[in-house]
């Protein structure tokens, strides 16, 4: 039996195929947290234009990864200004590939 992160690159993969548009925004919508929220040691926080943010990305990695940096990753053209991907191309095993994003 596959282990959690390759279960949910092959499902976030796969809803990716279907609706790439769908599954880009849903990862690019980030809300503003708190310190609290910052500082927990498996959930990703990133800093968007000055704002502590977090997304569906980061609550997944919390959920399932073991690594404070993060085991699920995803490959596409970024916004580096915004922090948004304008496309995902796909999500990407950390623990394989070291490359959070590749524009």
Known sequence: MADAVSRALVVLND???RDARA???LVNLRVE???????????????YEGVAKV???GLINGLIGDSPTGS???KGTF??????FLRIREFVDLRVEKVDVIA
């Open 72 to 74: 699920i990753g995803a």
């Open 55 to 57: 997304g569906v990305l």
């Open 15 to 17: 809803a990716l195929a």
């Open 33 to 47: 947290c708190n310190k609290d929220l910052i500082n927990h040691p498996l959930i990703q926080v990133g800093e």
């Open 79 to 84: 916004d580096p200004v915004t922090g948004r």
């Open 23 to 25: 599954v880009t925004e």
